[in-house]
Every structure is written in structure tokens, then in C-alpha cells.
């Protein structure tokens, strides 16, 4: 059974520091991680996806990498700004050999930027 | 291009009475899927639906709740004789197909509050 972790589980920062944020999983055999963001009450945002294939992925400010082997990802936040408070999940897409699954998620890490 | 539509956004029912959530999929998706969150816990997969199919429902309670997704329509997720412990955020996702190194796209959650 796949089991993901993230840790820390909350995190406080200046603004302007780069940071990062890790991720592992227990079952290598995954077809794709993701990256969301959620904020207080609402719904979930997906910020970067990476085929089990792919080594990392890159949007603006954020990128994010995944060694496969060692169950392993992190999302990496530069320059960060108070906007980016929020709490950030991680989740794998496992191959159980039954076709596709839903999702397992991490518990996520709460990141709270000072201004 | 409207994305994942779910409502009511907020539900509230007294225990026993009958919860339904629905869940409008991106347009072109045909794929769907509802997860869980209880308070202080992570998303929990619940069940995975195509178009009048039940795919994978391995996460779903046993008793009380139940799901479709009709050929026309959206997307529902029935819960019936609602307990307190049925109290949390449902969300639903979608896919362009089910395979599982597609991007799923969230909704932005129903929260189910039970009296």
C-alpha cells in the first residue's frame, strides 16, 4: 500500500528565502506525482505534475524534482512572497497493475511567509 | 473554459437524513474522481467513475455511500442516514482519460457539516 510523507509538516519563513519542501513515497512504481496548493477552505490547485519518466519540472518560481528510485521529490520555491503562503501537497498516481488509481496524498506541509 | 464545477459548496444536514454532492468535470473530460478530506487529515481517495462506469471504488465506505455518473449529467456522490463522522471537505477531480499519468484538475470542494 502506497504511503506518502511529507516533511516538515509546517514551515515559517522571511519573505525573500528560497525553501524547500520534501516529499517521499513508498512505492516507487508510480505513473506521475503532482504538486498542488491548497488554500484555508478551498480547493486544490495543481502547480506541477512529473512523469515517472521525468527527472524534474519548472513553472516560474517553482520547481520540482523526483528521483524515482529512492521514493523522493521536492518542490523547491525561490524568492518566495507572502502570496505564496498556503499549504502545499504532494501526491503519486501508483501503478497497482489494476490500471489507473486515484491519487494518494501526503498530509502536506503548511508554509506561512512573513512579510 | 469553466473548470471542475462541484456544488453546493456547503451542505448541512442533521444525522440521518440523505447528502448528495454533485460534480461537473472539465469540458472534454470524461473521467472522474471523488476524494475525502477529514479535518486534520489528508485527501483520502474514495471511488473512480467514467461514464456510466464504476472503475475503482476501492476507497468507498461500505455502507451509506454510493456514486454515478450518468450519461448525461454530472457526476453524484450519495451519501445517505449522514453521521457526524460524515462531516468533512469532498472533493472531486477530473481527467481527459484514465490513464493514470494524466493531470487530474480539483474541484473546489463540498464541505458537509452534519448536526
Known amino acids: 500500500k502506497q504511503e506518502v510523507t511529507q516533511i516538515p509538516a509546517a514551515l515559517s519563513v522571511p519573505e525573500g528565502e528560497n525553501l524547500v519542501l520534501n516529499c517521499s513515497f513508498t512505492?516507487?512504481?508510480?505513473?506521475?506525482l503532482q504538486w498542488f496548493r491548497q488554500d484555508p477552505g478551498k480547493g486544490l490547485t495543481s502547480l506541477l505534475l512529473?512523469?515517472?519518466?521525468?527527472r524534474e519540472q519548472t513553472s516560474g518560481r517553482l520547481n520540482a524534482s523526483l528521483d524515482k528510485s529512492s521514493g523522493r521529490s521536492t518542490l523547491y520555491i525561490a524568492a518566495s512572497q507572502p502570496g505564496d503562503s498556503a499549504t502545499y501537497l504532494c501526491?503519486?498516481?501508483?501503478?497497482?497493475?489494476?490500471?489507473?488509481?486515484?491519487?494518494?496524498f501526503g498530509k502536506g506541509t503548511h508554509l506561512i511567509i512573513q512579510p | 473554459n469553466a473548470g471542475v464545477m462541484q456544488n453546493p459548496r456547503h451542505l448541512v444536514r442533521r444525522r440521518g437524513q440523505e447528502a448528495r454532492l454533485r460534480c461537473s468535470p472539465m469540458?472534454?473530460?470524461?473521467?472522474v474522481y471523488w476524494y475525502r478530506q477529514l479535518p486534520e487529515e489528508g485527501l483520502k481517495f474514495m471511488v473512480y467513475?467514467?461514464?456510466?462506469?464504476?472503475?475503482?471504488e476501492s476507497g468507498m465506505p461500505k455502507e451509506r455511500f454510493s456514486a454515478e455518473f450518468p450519461k448525461e449529467g454530472p457526476s453524484i456522490l450519495r451519501i445517505q442516514q449522514v453521521v457526524r463522522g460524515d462531516s468533512a471537505a469532498y472533493f472531486c477531480?477530473?481527467?481527459?482519460?484514465?490513464?493514470?499519468?494524466?493531470?487530474?484538475?480539483f474541484g473546489p470542494g463540498t464541505r458537509l457539516t452534519v448536526l
Open positions: 501526491a503519486v498516481a501508483t501503478d497497482s497493475g489494476g490500471g489507473a488509481d486515484g491519487l494518494t
Open positions: 469540458k472534454g473530460h470524461s473521467h
Open positions: 467513475l467514467q461514464k456510466e462506469n464504476i472503475i475503482d
Open positions: 512505492d516507487s512504481a508510480i505513473y506521475n
Open positions: 512529473i512523469q515517472s519518466s521525468q
Open positions: 477531480a477530473s481527467s481527459r482519460t484514465g490513464y493514470s499519468y494524466n493531470e487530474q484538475f
